[in-house]
């Protein structure tokens, strides 16, 4: 398997605009996340999903987010309309279960301008 | 807040030296992972201690647990340059549901 798969690696947004991030998970995993990492507040969860399904969005900063998992293959993240405040790396990670280890993708570097 | 936490918050070695990196959690745990970050990259899995285990040893990696101090340490022993990296403790959210992180120490390795 090729990993957690996750695209663009970077985006560079003017504000306001829609973002959409994507992932492709490890075939397999019932699990998975989506985390934001900043230097001012580490990594953040965001949403988590069980099956396709959100079984956690508390993490979820504002209305203007959002995910989906239409399928046990891809997951994306939108923000829309995007702000400044919004740059970071966001990271997808997928596991067996919640509580096992969880694997990585390289990251989407989002820079909104 | 959150339930993991790093310390030191930074760390620089020389080659052959070894780390030393703990963590405190807040709650109670089913097991606590660490993971390695590189610059630019995503996070990878180290090692997961069970909360019944007390030290756990992967190559030049020992983690140990302290369930009644909520307490968890990583050695890495004859450091290498390439150890360069940030390492994360990552515990369960009290909810339950995902892996939550610290802010992780950043070791500096130098040669």
């Known amino acids: 398997d090729a990993g957690v798969i996750q695209s663009p690696r970077h985006e560079v947004t003017e504000m306001g605009q829609e973002v959409t991030l994507r992932c492709k998970p490890i075939s397999g995993h019932n699990s998975l996340f989506w985390y934001r990492q900043t230097m001012m507040r580490g990594l953040e969860l965001l949403i988590y999903f069980n099956n396709n399904v959100p079984i956690d969005d508390s993490g979820m900063p504002e209305d203007r987010f959002s995910a989906k998992m239409p399928n046990a293959s891809f997951s994306t993240l939108k923000i829309q309309p995007s702000e400044p405040r919004d740059s970071a790396v966001y990271f997808c990670a997928s596991s067996l279960a919640q509580h096992t280890e969880a694997f990585f993708g390289q990251g989407t570097r989002l820079t909104v301008v | 807040s959150q339930q993991g936490e790093e310390d030191p918050q930074a760390l620089s070695i020389q080659e052959g030296e070894n780390a030393t990196m703990n963590c405190s959690y807040k709650?109670?745990?089913?097991?606590l992972q660490w993971y390695r970050q590189n610059s630019g990259r995503g996070l990878v899995h180290l090692i997961l201690?069970?909360?019944?285990?007390r030290e756990k040893h992967s190559g030049r990696l020992r983690v140990t647990l302290d369930t009644s101090k909520k307490s968890s340490s990583l050695l890495i022993t004859a450091s290498r340059a390439a150890d360069t990296a940030s390492y994360f403790c990552?515990?369960?959210?009290?909810?339950?549901?995902?892996?939550?992180f610290g802010k992780g120490t950043t070791l500096s390795v130098s040669s």
């Open positions: 201690i069970r909360s019944n285990e």
């Open positions: 709650t109670s745990i089913n097991n």
């Open positions: 990552a515990v369960l959210n009290q909810a339950g549901t995902a892996l939550i």
